[in-house]
C-alpha cells in the first residue's frame, strides 16, 4: 500500500530549519497519523509523501510558499495597550485568538509592550521559514468511511468530538 488520497498514514518525523536547529519532532513510539488528502499537513510535505511505502526513508525541504507562507509585514499591528487592560501579567509571547474581517478566528502573537500600545503579529511563527524534514513512513492504512467524513483519524477506540 502506498500513501494516497484517503488513507490514513502515520509517519515518525524530525523537522529542521536551515541551520540545523530542531523545531519539533515526533514523540518516540508514538507517529504522527494524518489523513492524506485532507489537509491537515502542509502542503509541501503532503506532496512529498504521495506515493511513499511504509518503512520509507527521506529527506525534503519544503519552502515557505508550500509550508506557512511568506511573512508579511501587514499581519503585524500596533494596537492601543487599553484593549488588553483585563490581562494580568501581558508578555511578549502571549497568543490570543483574535476575530477577523471574515467573521473567522486568526491567532495573534504579542511581540513588544510598551505604555501606550501593544504590537501583534499575525504571522505563523514558522511564516518565511524554509524547513527541512527527515520522514519515516511507519504505517498506512484505508481510512474508515467515518474518519473520510471527519477529516482526520481516529483512534484505536474511536473518537470523542
Not at 32 to 61: C, N, P, R, W
Amino acid at each position: 500500500m502506498v500513501v494516497a488520497k484517503d488513507k490514513v498514514v502515520a509517519i515518525d518525523y524530525t523537522l529542521r530549519d536551515s541551520e540545523g536547529q530542531i523545531l519539533d519532532q515526533s514523540d518516540a513510539g508514538r507517529p504522527l497519523s494524518y489523513l492524506h488528502g485532507a489537509g491537515m499537513i502542509i502542503e509541501g510535505l503532503e506532496s512529498a509523501l504521495e506515493g511513499k511505502a511504509t518503512d520509507d526513508q527521506f529527506q525534503v525541504v519544503v519552502e515557505p510558499a508550500d509550508a506557512y507562507g511568506e511573512f508579511d509585514d501587514g499581519l503585524r499591528q500596533q494596537v492601543p495597550r487599553s484593549q488588553f487592560d483585563d490581562i494580568e501579567d501581558l508578555e511578549v509571547g502571549m497568543q490570543f485568538r483574535v476575530n477577523t474581517d471574515e467573521d473567522e478566528f486568526t491567532v495573534v502573537t504579542v511581540v513588544e509592550i510598551d505604555d501606550e500600545e501593544v504590537t501583534v503579529d499575525g504571522n505563523h511563527q514558522l511564516a518565511g521559514v524554509t524547513l527541512h524534514f527527515d520522514i519515516k513512513v511507519r504505517e498506512i492504512r484505508d481510512a474508515t468511511r467515518e474518519e473520510i467524513e471527519h477529516g482526520h483519524p481516529h483512534g484505536p477506540g474511536g473518537h470523542e468530538h
